[in-house]
Nanobody
Framework: VQLQASGGGSVQPGGTLRLSCTAS????????VAWFRRAPGKEREAVSC??????????FYADSVKGRFTLSRDNAKNTAFLQMRSLKPEDTAVYYC?????????WGQGTQVTVSS
């Protein structure tokens, strides 16, 4: 059972990146999925999550990323994505994905995103 986060990198302000979170050993589509980030010297912050445990998708976005980040998932690929646009230097952080269902949670290893000119 594993979550693998990938897609991080270095971009200039205004750039885009797409992070991927791929599950193995379980069906990611059965889980709520969330992205978190931890910037240097700061606490971990919830960035976005999707929960469709009630039969319809509910999305959450932190105010700091609304309108710029979009969470989606492709159940056929057992993968969730975080599309990040109009990136800002303050988006620099290690990004983690997590999956949760009925109190059971799994975490990916983190992927570094650096936004700098």
């Amino acid at each position: 059972v594993q979550l693998q986060a990938s897609g991080g990198g270095s971009v200039q302000p205004g750039g885009t990146l797409r992070l991927s979170c791929t599950a193995s050993g379980f069906s990611l589509g059965d889980y709520a999925v969330a992205w978190f980030r931890r910037a240097p010297g700061k606490e971990r912050e919830a960035v976005s999550c999707i929960d469709d445990s009630d039969g319809y998708s509910q999305f959450f976005y932190a105010d700091s990323v609304k309108g710029r980040f979009t969470l989606s998932r492709d159940n056929a690929k057992n993968t969730a994505f975080l599309q990040m646009r109009s990136l800002k230097p303050e988006d620099t952080a290690v990004y983690y994905c997590a999956a949760e269902r009925f109190g059971n949670s799994y975490w990916g290893q983190g992927t570094q995103v650096t936004v700098s000119s």
